[in-house]
């Protein structure tokens, strides 16, 4: 969906069952933002995911309490070299089906394959993919069957610090049984692949399995295969809803990655699996782009001015103390004004593929996000902190020549100013500072030598 006049088109294959074409998706979207706002089925049973609404758990944040769409640019990869999108899942994004055809019920069997970027996780609930309730309300154990990724250790979880491939099994995230589900399985690592094949699967019975493996190579492991949990979860309940990125009662606070996935009825044999892993790696996932446009050098001191005319173009990002907003700086403009209009570029924090902008005139802190607005705080060496103060530099929406600077976290969200003040702002969004009159102009800088370094 195109932010500038809500427009939609479908992203078709190259081919049947190739890579989409992301030179379609390139050119519907240029010169604005684009949304996803239909991930389709591609197994004839016309299952396809929509905007995720609300739950038990969680009320989205934009109309009707809906959660958010993922950006269509946030997961570039490569196939075979050819480009195509996947889906970033960002807190607060999330898509469902709740009324689909030929999902699995009950006890009846399962199998479910993803594959996902196994850098992108958190310890929220929930980033999951799977078979989940009809009402988007929690009923019960065994109500849903789910692969998680993330580093949660709230029930079970993995050897390591994670992040880790768990079964969602509502009510609880596991990656064991027999034993209440609690605590370490260490035969479940933590994932250090860019991009992870994940496998949860449910047999009728009482038999339940977690795999998983290396999707640019090698074979898939066993992490678990026995019984489920716990009494609790025998027999199961699955109602055979589909969720993407979020709970079953839409506990929507996960992120992570998703490229492709599959669900089935029946229980796959290892067999099946393993030759579905060797199509994976046969398709030569690789990292795509995240950036464009105007280079900006890590280590070079730049300033950024905005475009937006008549009301700033006069004006630069600068802060005072931690509030970023925009000031009339000049050449004549006091030391002290230019140091705080002034911004050392490093490698992102978060993402090594994007960049993060440290104060001049505040050594160690860094402008960062926080609650959809921008502040200049001093590095904590957290995961949050380096996440939020990484962005991606792309070619400008308005202005030829210039910069838009998109947040790595929340790939939908930009930076703008809007009334004096810069905030990551989304094409049409729910807030104020959404708005899309002039977002492109808004979002568009001039980049240029520092004023002072």
């Given at each position: 969906m195109r932010g500038s006049d809500s427009a939609t088109t479908?992203?078709?294959?190259?081919?049947?069952?190739?890579?989409?074409?992301?030179?379609?998706?390139?050119?519907?979207?240029?010169?604005?933002?684009?949304?996803?706002?239909?991930i389709y089925d591609q197994s004839?049973?016309?299952?396809?995911?929509?905007?995720?609404?609300?739950?038990?758990?969680?009320?989205?944040?934009?109309?009707?309490?809906?959660?958010?769409?993922a950006s269509a640019i946030g997961a570039p990869v490569t196939l075979n070299g050819q480009k195509a999108y996947g889906v970033f899942i960002s807190p607060q994004a999330g898509y469902r089906n709740d009324s689909p055809r030929g999902t699995a019920t009950g006890d009846n069997p399962?199998?479910?394959?993803?594959?996902l970027d196994g850098t992108h996780y958190n310890n929220g609930c929930c980033f999951d993919y799977g078979n989940a309730e009809t009402s988007n309300q929690?009923?019960?154990?065994?109500?849903?069957?789910?692969?998680?990724?993330?580093d949660r250790t709230a029930h079970g979880y993995g050897a390591g610090s994670g992040p880790w491939v768990l079964?969602?099994?509502?009510?609880?995230?596991?990656?064991s049984g027999g034993d209440n589900g609690i605590g370490s399985n260490p035969s479940n690592p933590s994932i250090t692949y860019r991009f992870v094949t994940a496998i949860v699967k449910g047999n009728s019975g009482n038999q339940w399995a977690i795999r998983g493996g290396n999707?640019?190579?090698?074979?898939?492991?066993?992490?678990y295969s026995g019984v489920r949990p716990t009494p609790d979860y025998n027999p199961m309940?699955?109602?055979?809803?589909?969720?993407?990125?979020?709970?079953?009662?839409?506990?929507?606070?996960?992120?992570?990655?998703?490229?492709?996935?599959?669900?089935?009825?029946?229980?796959?044999?290892?067999?099946?699996?393993?030759?579905?892993?060797?199509?994976?790696?046969?398709?030569?996932?690789?990292?795509?782009?995240?950036?464009?446009?105007?280079?900006?050098?890590?280590?070079?001191?730049?300033?950024?001015?905005?475009?937006?005319?008549?009301?700033?173009?006069?004006?630069?990002?600068?802060?005072?103390?931690?509030?970023?907003?925009?000031?009339?700086?000049?050449?004549?403009?006091?030391?002290?004004?230019?140091?705080s209009a002034?911004?050392?570029?490093?490698?992102?924090?978060?993402?090594?593929?994007?960049?993060?902008?440290?104060?001049?005139?505040?050594p160690g802190s860094f402008i960062r996000h926080s609650r959809n607005t921008l502040h200049v705080n001093a590095n904590d060496g957290s995961t949050l902190f380096a996440q939020d103060a990484t962005f991606c530099s792309q070619e400008a929406l308005g202005l030829t020549g210039t910069n838009a600077l998109r947040s790595w976290s929340y790939p939908a969200r930009y930076w703008r100013h809007y009334g004096g003040v810069l905030y990551i702002a989304s094409n049409g969004g729910p807030n104020a500072f959404d708005a899309k009159t002039t977002f492109n102009d808004d979002v568009s800088f001039a980049v240029s030598v520092g004023f002072q370094s």
């Open positions: 479908d992203i078709k294959p190259l081919s049947a069952g190739g890579v989409a074409n992301a030179a379609a998706q390139d050119a519907f979207c240029s010169g604005t933002t684009c949304l996803i706002s239909i004839g049973q016309g299952n396809h995911l929509t905007q995720a609404p609300p739950g038990g758990a969680a009320t989205g944040p934009e109309a009707n309490g809906y959660d958010y769409l399962e199998g479910i394959y993803a594959v929690d009923t019960g154990n065994g109500h849903m069957e789910t692969i998680f990724f993330g079964a969602d099994l509502e009510n609880g995230l596991y990656t999707a640019k190579s090698g074979s898939l492991s066993t992490y309940n699955k109602e055979g809803a589909i969720v993407l990125g979020v709970g079953g009662d839409n506990s929507n606070k996960g992120q992570g990655t998703f490229y492709e996935g599959v669900m089935t009825t029946g229980y796959p044999s290892d067999a099946t699996e393993d030759s579905v892993q060797a199509n994976i790696v046969a398709a030569g996932y690789a990292a795509g782009s995240l950036q464009s446009g105007t280079e900006i050098s890590v280590g070079s001191t730049v300033s950024f001015r905005a475009t937006t005319a008549p009301c700033c173009a006069t004006k630069y990002i600068t802060h005072v103390d931690a509030d970023v907003e925009l000031q009339v700086v000049s050449s004549s403009s006091t030391v002290a004004l230019q140091r002034s911004w050392i570029v490093h490698v992102g924090l978060g993402n090594s593929a994007c960049l993060s902008f440290e104060s001049v005139d505040s």
